[in-house]
């Protein structure tokens, strides 16, 4: 089974609108954590934002916020005023436990038009 | 934040020859390094694990005498392909890890390294 699904392979917003990216996740450790990266075309990967199973409450980041919902193991991303900028693949990923890796979803690619 | 770096950030090589790229967490200990693959429009998948000190930790399908990592101090990691052939073509991501545990230790990358085998 996946252990992270990301059902939107692409996604398009309308410049200065919000964006939501889904997310799901697969897990049976009551410890883990939930990333998104941002992918742009040069390849690097950026760190955009992280929620921990035990938080009580959503992550924010700016722009960047998760809506966490446990009971329904989805994770999504929301970006809010959309910028060209944000123009790039967006991965969400899990960690299971303290000292695994990272595994990674299929991505979303999202295109910002102006 | 945490800078990881990566050398050299594209390589075309003969089939046959064998390719070095290095990793190197610039202002922190990376005590686990991470070699990832990426093929165009897939994500990344995990070839290896590596602590420093230790041998690394294959995915199941890597093979490790074609893909030899070595992680020989807390700030570098090298990934050697050797007799590199074109389907060994790919975009390869290295990323760190800080000393903490923590399941929310960040995970820092590297730019990636863009290797063409002709």
């Known amino acids: 089974a996946q252990k992270i699904t990301q059902t939107q392979p692409g996604m398009f917003v309308q410049e200065k609108e919000a964006v939501t990216l889904d997310c799901t996740y697969d897990?049976?450790?009551?410890?883990?954590?939930l990333f998104w990266y941002k992918q742009p075309s040069s390849g690097e990967m950026i760190f955009l934002i992280y929620q921990g199973s035990y938080d009580q409450q959503n992550a924010t980041e700016g722009r960047y916020s998760l809506n966490f919902q446990k009971a329904r193991k989805s994770a999504n991303l929301v970006i809010s005023a959309s910028q060209l900028g944000d123009s790039a693949m967006y991965f969400c990923?899990?960690?299971?436990?303290?000292?695994?890796?990272?595994?990674f979803g299929s991505g979303t690619q999202l295109t910002v038009l102006p | 934040g945490a800078v990881v770096s990566q050398h050299p950030s594209w390589v075309i090589c003969k089939s046959g020859t064998s390719v070095k790229i290095e990793c190197r967490s610039l202002d922190f200990q990376a005590t686990t390094m991470f070699w990832y693959r990426q093929f165009p429009k897939q994500s990344l998948m995990l070839m290896a694990t590596?602590?420093?000190?230790?041998?690394?930790?294959?995915e199941q399908g890597v093979e490790k005498d074609k893909f030899l990592i070595n992680h020989a101090s807390l700030t570098l990691s090298t990934l050697t392909v050797t007799s590199a052939h074109p389907e060994d073509s790919s975009f390869y991501i290295c990323s760190a890890r800080d000393r903490g545990t923590g399941v929310g230790e960040t995970q820092y990358f590297g730019p990636g390294t863009r290797l063409l085998v002709l």
């Open positions: 990923a899990m960690r299971e436990g303290p000292s695994r890796q990272l595994t």
């Open positions: 897990t049976s450790d009551p410890s883990y954590g």
């Open positions: 590596s602590n420093e000190g230790s041998k690394a930790t294959y």
